[in-house]
Each structure stands twice: as structure tokens, then as C-alpha cells.
T-cell receptor
Framework: DVKVTQSSRYLVKRTGEKVFLECVQDMDHENMFWYRQDPGLGLRLIYFSYDVKMKEKGDIPEGYSVSREKKERFSLILESASTNQTSMYLC??????????????FGPGTRLTVT | AQKITQTQPGMFVQEKEAVTLDCTYD???????LFWYKQPSSGEMIFLIYQGSYDEQNATEGRYSLNFQKARKSANLVISASQLGDSAMYFCAMRGRTSGTYKYIFGTGTRLKVLA
């Protein structure tokens, strides 16, 4: 079974704090993604990575950065948290070499509140 | 630009009946993939079914089937014999190429409520 884990289910931070959200997958997936989910807006892609040390901006990268030093780990960083970054953050991974399958597997999500 | 549209914010269905959740997409690419995910109230996204743009047969997975109409750019999810546990949010998604890079985009979702 594919497993994607996220470091926290719930997080409360203050405005201006630096926030780290960690994601780990155990299925040797090459691709990893960070989304935020807000009511009525669906999932919006923040950043993604198709390889170690590689990153690409998604649709809403402003205010975020990412790090992928190891294949299984993809971190999302909020450099200076703001109240408009209060949201549900979902990590996903996809594609193990040789499978030809591209469905994404998601972690349980981190509900971040910035006060 | 690529886009996924789900026009039904919410739907009700009686237990044991079939229900269709609508999804239309827009892309100029010839090679793309379409996915449906379920998100129960617990929050975790669960992959349900996949359809490739070159697949001639509609995909099926148990009680789930994908009604793929390429010319109309629609990829509706059909759930047969609905169960109470099917109550959830359902998202349609597409993997396609934008500026040379494959990306996934999601619709805004349909909330399904199954009635006993």
C-alpha cells in the first residue's frame, strides 16, 4: 500500500512565523506535489517536484517555498506566515518507474491556522 | 489553458440507486489523463478511477465507471447501487501538459449525499 504521511494533522501558528510542513512517501514515487484546499476552490497546486532537488512553481507559489533533498521527502515552507495562508494543505505523490500509472496518492492533510 | 469544470456543487441520491457526477474538461493536448477522487469527511483523498485519452473503452472499477465522451470533452463518474458510505466530496482531475510540463488540475468538487 502506498503511504503518504504528513508531519501534522493540525497546526496553529502566529503571523510572521516560519512554518515547515513535511511530507514523506514510501513507494519510491518520483513526483511529489503540494496543494492547498479551500472551500469552493477545489485543490490548487502550490509547488511540485519531478525529481530530487528539482522544483517547479504551481499555480499559487507566492509566499511559499519547497525543498526536496531526498526522493521520499518534500517539504513546504511558509517563510512568513500570514492569515490568508490559513487552509488545508495536502501533499501527494505519483509515479513509480516501470508502473506507467500516474494517479496521485494523498496524505491525510494538515489543517493550518495562522492567527 | 487547461480547465476542469464540475457544475454540480451538491447532489442527493437515494440508497441503492445510481448517480452520475458531471465533469467537463478543456485541453488542446492530445495526450492526457482523467481521474476521479473521493474525499470523505475525514479529509483524505482517495483515488477511484482513471481514463486515458487514448483509451477506447470506458474505465470501470467495481461500482464506479467513467463515461468518457472525448468529442464532448466530458468524463462523468457513474456510481451504481449507491451506499451510505459513498457520501463524500468527489473531485475530477486531469493530468495534461502546460508549457511542456505535465501538471494536474482539479475541479471544484461535487458533494454527494446518499439518503437512506
Amino acid at each position: 500500500d502506498v503511504k503518504v504521511t504528513q508531519s501534522s494533522r493540525y497546526l496553529v501558528k502566529r503571523t510572521g512565523e516560519k512554518v515547515f510542513l513535511e511530507c514523506v512517501q514510501d513507494m519510491d514515487h518520483e513526483n511529489m506535489f503540494w496543494y492547498r484546499q479551500d472551500p469552493g476552490l477545489g485543490l490548487r497546486l502550490i509547488y511540485f517536484s519531478y525529481d530530487v532537488k528539482m522544483k517547479e512553481k504551481g499555480d499559487i507559489p507566492e509566499g511559499y517555498s519547497v525543498s526536496r533533498e531526498k526522493k521520499e521527502r518534500f517539504s513546504l515552507i511558509l517563510e512568513s506566515a500570514s492569515t490568508n495562508q490559513t487552509s488545508m494543505y495536502l501533499c501527494a505523490s505519483s509515479f513509480a518507474p516501470g508502473t506507467g500509472s500516474y494517479e496521485q496518492y494523498f496524505g491525510p492533510g494538515t489543517r493550518l491556522t495562522v492567527t | 489553458a487547461q480547465k476542469i469544470t464540475q457544475t454540480q456543487p451538491g447532489m442527493f441520491v437515494q440508497e441503492k440507486e445510481a448517480v452520475t457526477l458531471d465533469c467537463t474538461y478543456d485541453t488542446s493536448d492530445q495526450s492526457y489523463g482523467l481521474f476521479w477522487y473521493k474525499q470523505p469527511s475525514s479529509g483524505e483523498m482517495i483515488f477511484l478511477i482513471y481514463q486515458g485519452s487514448y483509451d477506447e473503452q470506458n474505465a470501470t472499477e467495481g461500482r464506479y465507471s467513467l463515461n468518457f465522451q472525448k468529442a464532448r470533452k466530458s468524463a462523468n463518474l457513474v456510481i451504481s447501487a449507491s451506499q451510505l458510505g459513498d457520501s463524500a466530496m468527489y473531485f475530477c482531475a486531469m493530468r495534461g501538459r502546460t508549457s511542456g510540463t505535465y501538471k494536474y488540475i482539479f475541479g471544484t468538487g461535487t458533494r454527494l449525499k446518499v439518503l437512506a
